[in-house]
């Protein structure tokens, strides 16, 4: 947990604020003019300083940045509470950051950055559920948990993510069969865009406690959240088999196999280009189990149009498969400075009817631009749609079983600016955001892509008068989380 003391450290970096000048709209480090208003007391700190605001005016994709006025370090939630009923008053917006690891400046304002990570306090980890400020990692609530033999039931790939940050978005995991990670939440503290702290939960402002997962932050900071916990199996069992891009219907039919039988803990597809021409599919099957009781591999894999015995096999601990995509991305930050590469993602949740006749046409159509070696991947994650439980987040309509996320991660081939590869995965993005639109598919809203307010009208669809609703009730200075471009 970050101290006031380190708050403190660094306020010899910068000039300590006294006030906002609504006349001149700046921060004012004197009380000079007569019209500037002082700024609540905070037990963090706010600053104003070049390097930390050029840090938080961009994010992980590094298309887009926009330089915040301030940045906040709560040393409490009274903070956030104090700063946000301040920037309503004088109409500064908000937005809070978790990693900043959204791709397309979802998390990026002009205004007031709120940096969520000082508050990262793990509050409890009790039987069956785990109590977190919202600023704390997946991987730290991850080992909080394993310490007492248990587990938060699902995981993103990458879990150097912030708690508030998935839930804001959903938290797509690759298990199949227990809807996303804000499906797991109990309870919520949540201030709102009039600086109130409300707590909330399925039966406590439902209205709000709905509106906050996958709810974008449109309504408000999340500062602390109760996720359900279940008791952890020691071990991992993963099943790597290949498949070229021309046996396409090979690896859905193999898929489908492994989902319609529920025997493995989770399934997905992984996409990348060996050589940095073809795409190769990668079907990915996930058991857990406890020492002294390994899987049977024949068995799990029977059926599956390749044998049982050309599956790779990797074992490991439960919590280094949790973290497996942790190593890989380390090392990418080593090697091809990760962090400064253009990332142009695309993600997008098709239904079950169009999801294969769309990914089967597409990725043929993705070159080494798209797919380049060694860090443009993608993924292919399904999920049973009777699992998704929270209204907010845009799940395509349909009858199907499944839902399908499709992600093409592509990264620039060089770290810096290069304004005409964003541009053209831009287009490619908006072009296959058009085409899966028009087989009922939604936005996954973490990746780059250019959205209009019509875009986002038919992103909520009957939603949206709801979502307009609850947005002028908790966020009435319409102040919070510009990013994503909905309101405006
Ligand atoms: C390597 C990598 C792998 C990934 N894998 C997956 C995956 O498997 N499944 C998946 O679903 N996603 C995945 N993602 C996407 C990721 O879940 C989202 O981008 C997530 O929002 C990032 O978390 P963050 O802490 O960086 O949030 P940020 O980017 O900081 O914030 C995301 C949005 O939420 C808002 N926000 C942040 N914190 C709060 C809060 N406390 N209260 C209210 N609003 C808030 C921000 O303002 C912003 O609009 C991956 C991302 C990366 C970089």
């Not at 690896?251 to 992984?270: F, T």
């Not at 443009?376 to 439980?389: A, E, H, M, N």
Request: charged share 25%; hydrophobic share 40%; proline share 7%.
């Amino acid at each position: 947990m970050v101290t006031r003391r380190r708050f403190l450290g660094t306020l010899g970096a910068s000039a300590l604020i006294v006030g906002f000048d609504p006349t001149t709209r700046a921060w004012a480090t004197g009380a000079g003019s007569r019209s500037v208003q002082r700024i609540p007391h905070l037990d963090g700190v706010l600053l104003t300083d070049l390097p930390t605001r050029q840090a938080d005016g961009r994010d992980l994709g590094r298309i887009v940045s926009r330089l915040p006025r301030a940045v906040l370090r709560p040393g409490s939630v009274r903070d956030v509470q104090k700063m946000i009923a301040f920037c309503r008053e004088h109409r500064i917006p908000v937005a809070t950051r978790g990693q900043g690891h959204s791709t397309h400046g979802q998390g990026l304002t002009d205004g007031l950055i709120i940096e969520n990570r000082s508050l990262a306090a793990i509050h409890s980890v009790g039987a069956d559920s785990i109590s977190v400020d919202s600023g704390v990692l997946w991987r730290e609530a991850a080992h909080a948990a394993a310490a007492r033999g248990l587990t938060p039931p699902l995981f993103t790939t990458y879990v150097g993510l912030s708690v508030g940050g998935t839930l804001s978005v959903g938290g797509f995991p690759a298990q199949n069969e227990l809807g996303l990670q804000i499906d797991h939440v109990r309870e919520l503290d949540v201030v709102t865009g009039d600086g109130r702290l409300h707590r909330c939960s399925p039966d406590r402002e439902r209205d709000l406690f709905e509106v906050m997962l996958g709810g974008l932050g449109q309504c408000g900071v999340i500062t602390r959240a109760t996720i359900d916990l279940v008791p952890a199996r020691g071990l991992a069992r993963n099943y790597l088999l290949q498949y070229p891009t021309t046996d396409t219907a090979r690896v859905w039919a193999d898929l489908h196999v492994l989902l319609e039988r529920r025997e493995l803990d989770g399934a997905y597809i992984l996409m990348f280009a060996p050589d940095g021409k073809t795409v190769v599919y990668q079907l990915n099957g996930v058991v857990f189990y406890d020492a002294g009781r390994a899987p049977d591999d024949g068995r799990l894999l029977r059926g599956l149009s390749v044998p049982a015995s050309s599956a790779a096999v990797v074992d490991s601990t439960y919590l280094e498969w949790v973290e497996r995509y942790d190593r890989v991305i380390d090392g990418w930050r080593r090697q091809y400075a990760w962090d400064d590469l253009l990332k142009p993602w695309f993600d997008v949740i098709l239904p079950g009817e169009t999801a294969q006749g769309y990914v089967s046409e597409v990725v043929p159509t993705l070159t080494a631009r798209d797919f380049g070696p060694p860090t443009g991947i993608g993924f292919v994650f399904p999920q049973r749609r009777s699992k998704l439980t929270r209204p907010f987040f845009r799940v395509p309509p349909g009858d199907s079983e499944f839902v399908y996320l499709f992600d093409v991660l592509t990264s620039s081939p060089a770290p810096g600016p290069d304004p005409a590869f964003a541009a053209e995965m831009l287009d490619r993005n908006r072009r296959l955001y058009d085409k899966a639109r028009a087989l009922g598919g939604t936005r996954y809203p973490i990746g780059s892509l250019d959205f209009t307010g019509d875009d986002w009208r038919a992103q909520y669809g009957e939603r949206w008068p709801d979502l307009l609703r609850r947005k002028a009730r908790y966020d009435p200075g319409r102040i919070l989380t510009p990013g994503p471009g909905i309101f405006s």
